[in-house]
């Protein structure tokens, strides 16, 4: 299958700092890229669906003033964690879809957020 | 109600015996169904779509679907101790991938 190469893996960062999570689709475009927050033995909730060159659709409860979602190419989208703080730390999960895609979702390896 | 519904489990079976991974959807208009396995601490990886009323199968996996039922399931056969993890299964409505919060799936030896 298509390979998204997400990074950091892991990231640990002090209180009211910002991270910034890249995720890439390396072998294909992805037109939409979906970003997931798992929390400990949870399922994957979805934040925000971002379409190339447009503003990101947010799920209702996710703040986006402070996951702020960039996807400027059909390559890459960026997730940044604004002002973070330890009930922010959580597995966050990029996956991509390219255009004419019946469904399938490729993910991107995780990064792992510790804030402190 | 929950969108896509999963007993959490843990569902123990023996090794080389068949695990069945059941799932309940909410949405009726519901196209596109899933079953990713997560292993502790990684991404989802995909085992195996279903687009189509009845049975699907991929080596030692079959999905098998029933809309009217709005019920989806994954069959392992042979089981393997391998087959430890988290199986999730996914739902497509309104272009978004909704994800149950899995079933836990531990092969003995």
């Known amino acids: 299958g298509a390979v998204v190469s997400q990074h950091p893996s892991w990231v640990i960062c002090k209180s009211g700092t910002s991270v910034k999570i890249e995720c890439r689709s390396l072998?294909?475009?992805?037109?939409?890229m979906f970003w997931y927050r798992q929390f400990p033995k949870q399922s994957l909730m979805l934040m925000a669906t971002s379409n190339e060159g447009s503003k990101a659709t947010y799920e209702q409860g996710v703040e986006k003033d402070k996951f702020l979602i960039n996807h400027a190419s059909l390559t890459l989208s960026t997730l940044t964690v604004t002002s973070a703080h330890p009930e922010d730390s959580s597995f966050y999960i990029c996956?991509?879809?390219?255009?004419?895609?019946?469904?399938?979702?490729?993910f991107g390896e995780g990064s792992r957020l510790t804030v402190l | 109600q929950k969108e896509v519904e999963q007993n959490s489990g843990p569902l123990s079976v023996p090794e080389g015996a068949i695990a069945s991974l059941n799932c309940t959807y909410s949405d009726r208009g519901s196209q596109s169904f899933f079953w990713y396995r997560q292993y502790s601490g990684k991404s989802p990886e995909l085992i195996m779509f279903i687009y189509s009323n009845g049975d699907k199968e991929d080596g030692r996996f079959t999905a098998q679907l029933n809309k009217a039922s709005q019920y989806v399931s994954l069959l392992i056969r042979d089981s393997q101790p391998s087959d430890s993890a988290t199986y999730l299964c996914a739902v497509r409505g309104t272009g978004k991938l909704i994800f149950g919060q899995g079933t836990t799936l531990q092969v003995k030896p």
């Open positions: 996956s991509g879809r390219g255009a004419g895609n019946t469904g399938e979702l490729f």
């Open positions: 072998d294909f475009q992805a037109t939409t």
